[in-house]
């Protein structure tokens, strides 16, 4: 199921990119252009400040697609702001397991690997990126070097645990997700492929999420290549 909803992404992505390239006469000789404000991207999930024993497994994946609102401060339209609005799906494959009791939920770290087939945490996201934008775009080419920075809020209006063995699955709506997620953003590259790095500054869970004793910390890291449009 994994490797199918990656490759879905893969293809949605090819075919926005496709319609990313034409850009219309009129917008070329437009002294007041603007540019990325659709974007779509596809991120590798880290976890950091995890339990020793705790570790990742299988691919943690990321896909994130939104508009955003291009507002340029200088005369050259190289230095701007942009604000948007988005949708982010994130799964962390991992050997820490929840479990839903009756009125709350426990954690433990799976011994048994060899029958575990996978067992996850997934976020579904609205995002609200706000970025500085520096680049040495111009009205006539839309190949260009850009790096963006800023902050992303997030809202979880869809967190899951998902576990399955060789003889169970289960599947629950996990509220000690954190509903209000936020951290910094790194956007750099030139043309069509651009780095792009989030560092949440705080955890992926509720505090006072415990394991064996002590509070679950844990934060994501995600890597991977974002692509803007118009």
Same mark, same amino acid.
Do not use: C
């Given at each position: 199921? %994994? ?7 893969? #293809? ?11 850009? @219309? ?18 991120? &590798? ?26 507002? @340029? ?7 701007? #702001? ?7 799906? &994130? ?14 939920? *426990? ?13 996850? %945490? *997934?976020?579904?996201?609205?995002? +609200? ?10 009205? +006539?080419?839309?190949? #260009? ?5 800023? %902050?992303?809020?997030?809202? +979880? ?15 629950? &709506? ?15 590259? &030139? ?28 934060? @994501? ?5 974002? #692509?803007?449009?118009?």
């Amino acid at each position: 199921m %994994v490797v199918k909803e990656f490759w879905l992404g893969t #293809f949605l992505l090819s075919v926005f990119l496709s319609f990313g390239q034409v850009y @219309p006469d009129s917008t070329l000789r437009d002294a007041k252009y603007l540019e990325d404000q659709f974007y779509i991207g596809l991120t &590798y999930n880290f976890l950091i400040d995890i339990p020793d024993n705790v570790n990742q497994r299988n691919l943690s994946y990321g896909l994130q697609a939104g508009i955003i609102k291009d507002i @340029p401060i200088n005369e050259k339209r190289t230095t701007a #702001f942009g604000i948007g609005l988005g949708y982010g799906i &994130y799964s962390y494959y991992s050997n820490l397991r929840a479990i839903e009791t009756h009125d709350s939920f *426990e954690y433990s770290v799976i011994a048994d690997v060899d029958n575990l087939k996978r067992n996850k %945490v *997934e976020t579904h996201m609205l995002e +609200v990126p706000i970025e500085f934008r520096l680049r040495n775009s111009n009205a +006539v080419d839309y190949k #260009f070097w850009r790096l963006y920075v800023g %902050v992303k809020l997030g809202y +979880v209006f869809g967190g899951r645990s998902k576990y399955a063995s060789q003889d169970l699955k289960e599947s629950f &709506y996990n509220h000690d997700i954190r509903k209000f997620q936020y951290g910094l953003t790194f956007n750099f590259g &030139y043309n069509t492929f651009n780095l792009h790095a989030y560092y949440a500054l705080n955890g992926l869970f509720e505090d006072n999420t415990m394991l064996g004793g002590s509070e679950l910390s844990i934060r @994501p890291l995600r890597v991977g290549l974002i #692509f803007y449009i118009l």
